[in-house]
């Protein structure tokens, strides 16, 4: 079991003294502390939890020799060697889903737990009030996993986000919607079903916009209570309207009760697209996925060829976790990788050195263990060289399908459903 306690950490004896090492001040037994904040209970705990895990791997990897990824930043080495050696130490804490704890246990991590910079929080909701936080602290925030297109367009100068977002994810639908219709494939009436905070509403706002730009409209929009305990309305309403293509923006739990609730009133679209989020949880494949065979999702992660980042971190994740990384998780890992990048670059924890140093990220994708084109930020904070795939859920496991020249197999149409 990979520990990231504060008295759990392993630490090595480093071959130097450390006087001739460390910066100025710091003890040979300093960690550097980093916050993290996630939902690990309630209704995107399994999500939560797989994010927690990915992190924990991560301090596995910057904290001990990894020579057998040479280009991962931080991998080779022990511990930051630009801080003498220094060890990575995460302070974990629980928002439950709940923006108000999220806001609340960011000010805890930083006025009491002294972290010099904050990672999280899943849920772009959470990630709002959280980043305010760090912002108002001057405290760098990582948004590893939040997609929601509102959290950069801010102005805030502390957060930073390496995953792609919402206009991203729109593009690329349409995009693989066009090339369906070019091959025969009906695809006049797209509709998409939102979870009504900020991630579905931004997220589908942005989808939306996206597919018009492209000369395509969206005909039905289905907003509905993130946890709800019952979508008959919802299907029966996709049923009535019969649309050929219908765009899911849910979180776990609801995208377990959709698949259900289209079984059992027996509605399914040609087209289902789930975007990431509880479709890509290894939970929902494994309670639903012989009902969503056939679904399509999007993700920046495949585990990739032996021998590459991907697929020795996956191994050692699988170890850690008892599952296999899925792109939330990747993507909650690379974030914290790229933070502890920037960190070591700075070589202080003085916040403002750290943030300096994210700024100047210039990350190759050879230096990364997920798909992304590289990590550079805009002004924003917002990767400029993010990137998604899509990927098909066939016999309960993803397969990417789209662009052509990352697809391992041709896309399976119509949607198979549970038949």
Same mark, same amino acid.
């Given at each position: 079991?990979?520990?990231?306690?504060?008295?759990?950490?392993? /630490?090595?004896?480093?071959?130097?003294?450390?006087?001739?090492?460390?910066?100025?001040? #710091?003890?040979?037994?300093?960690?550097?502390?980093?916050? &993290?904040?996630?939902?690990?209970?309630?209704? &995107?705990?399994?999500?939560?939890?797989?994010?927690?895990?990915?992190?924990? %791997?991560? %301090?596995?990897?910057?904290?001990?020799?990894?020579?057998?990824?040479?280009?991962?930043?931080?991998?080779?080495?022990?511990?930051?060697?630009?801080?003498?050696? /220094?060890?990575?130490?995460?302070?974990?804490?629980?928002? +439950?889903?709940?923006? #108000?704890?999220?806001?609340?246990?960011?000010?805890?991590?930083?006025?009491?737990?002294? !972290? !010099?910079?904050?990672?999280? #929080?899943?849920?772009?909701?959470?990630?709002?009030?959280?980043?305010?936080?760090?912002?108002r602290y001057g405290i760098p925030f990582m948004a590893s996993e939040a997609s929601a297109p509102s959290l950069t367009a801010r102005g805030f100068k502390w957060l930073f986000r390496p995953t792609p977002i919402g206009?991203?994810?729109? &593009?690329?639908?349409?995009?693989?919607?066009? =090339?369906?219709?070019?091959?025969?494939?009906? !695809?006049?009436?797209?509709?998409?079903?939102?979870?009504?905070?900020?991630?579905?509403?931004?997220?589908?706002? &942005?989808?939306?916009?996206?597919?018009?730009?492209?000369?395509?409209?969206?005909?039905?929009?289905?907003?509905?209570?993130?946890?709800?305990?019952?979508?008959?309305? +919802?299907?029966?309403?996709?049923?009535?309207?019969?649309?050929?293509? %219908?765009?899911?923006?849910?979180?776990?739990?609801?995208?377990?009760?959709?698949?259900?609730?289209?079984?059992?009133?027996?509605?399914?679209?040609?087209?289902?697209?789930?975007?990431?989020?509880?479709?890509?949880?290894?939970?929902?494949?494994?309670?639903?996925?012989?009902?969503?065979?056939?679904?399509?999702?999007?993700?920046?992660?495949?585990?990739?060829?032996?021998?590459?980042?991907?697929?020795?971190?996956?191994?050692?994740?699988?170890?850690?976790?008892?599952?296999a990384l899925d792109d939330t998780s990747a993507r909650a890992m690379q974030g914290f990788l790229a933070l502890a990048d920037a960190i070591?670059?700075?070589?202080?924890?003085?916040?403002?050195?750290? +943030?300096?140093?994210? =700024?100047?990220?210039?990350?190759?994708?050879?230096?990364?263990?997920?798909?992304?084109?590289?990590?550079?930020?805009?002004?924003?904070?917002?990767?400029?060289?993010?990137?998604?795939?899509?990927?098909?859920?066939?016999?309960?496991?993803?397969?990417?399908?789209?662009?052509?020249?990352?697809?391992?197999?041709?896309?399976?149409?119509?949607?198979?459903?549970?038949?």
């Amino acid at each position: 079991m990979i520990k990231t306690t504060r008295r759990g950490l392993s /630490r090595m004896a480093l071959a130097l003294p450390a006087l001739t090492l460390l910066p100025s001040g #710091a003890r040979a037994d300093d960690t550097v502390r980093v916050g &993290a904040t996630y939902p690990l209970s309630g209704g &995107a705990a399994s999500a939560g939890t797989a994010a927690k895990q990915a992190i924990e %791997v991560a %301090v596995e990897i910057i904290n001990n020799a990894h020579p057998e990824m040479p280009k991962l930043p931080l991998a080779p080495t022990v511990g930051l060697p630009n801080l003498g050696g /220094r060890k990575i130490e995460v302070v974990f804490t629980d928002h +439950q889903g709940n923006p #108000a704890t999220a806001q609340s246990q960011t000010l805890r991590l930083i006025t009491q737990e002294k !972290v !010099v910079a904050m990672v999280g #929080a899943y849920q772009s909701s959470c990630g709002l009030t959280a980043s305010a936080v760090a912002e108002r602290y001057g405290i760098p925030f990582m948004a590893s996993e939040a997609s929601a297109p509102s959290l950069t367009a801010r102005g805030f100068k502390w957060l930073f986000r390496p995953t792609p977002i919402g206009t991203h994810f729109g &593009a690329a639908y349409a995009d693989f919607m066009l =090339q369906r219709k070019a091959a025969g494939m009906k !695809v006049g009436k797209i509709a998409v079903v939102n979870e009504n905070t900020e991630y579905g509403t931004a997220t589908g706002d &942005a989808i939306i916009k996206a597919a018009t730009e492209k000369g395509m409209k969206v005909d039905l929009r289905i907003p509905y209570n993130a946890n709800s305990t019952d979508v008959s309305s +919802q299907v029966l309403q996709l049923k009535n309207e019969q649309p050929d293509v %219908v765009i899911f923006i849910s979180y776990t739990s609801d995208s377990i009760l959709f698949m259900k609730t289209m079984r059992n009133l027996d509605y399914k679209p040609a087209l289902l697209i789930g975007d990431d989020s509880g479709f890509s949880d290894t939970s929902f494949i494994e309670a639903v996925g012989d009902l969503a065979e056939g679904a399509i999702n999007r993700s920046s992660y495949d585990i990739g060829k032996p021998g590459t980042n991907s697929f020795i971190v996956n191994e050692l994740y699988t170890k850690h976790a008892g599952h296999a990384l899925d792109d939330t998780s990747a993507r909650a890992m690379q974030g914290f990788l790229a933070l502890a990048d920037a960190i070591n670059r700075a070589g202080s924890t003085d916040p403002a050195k750290i +943030q300096a140093a994210l =700024q100047a990220t210039d990350l190759k994708p050879d230096q990364l263990m997920i798909g992304y084109n590289g990590i550079n930020y805009d002004e924003t904070g917002q990767n400029k060289l993010a990137s998604t795939l899509l990927v098909q859920l066939i016999k309960k496991h993803y397969v990417p399908v789209w662009p052509a020249a990352m697809a391992t197999m041709e896309p399976q149409m119509p949607f198979k459903g549970w038949n």
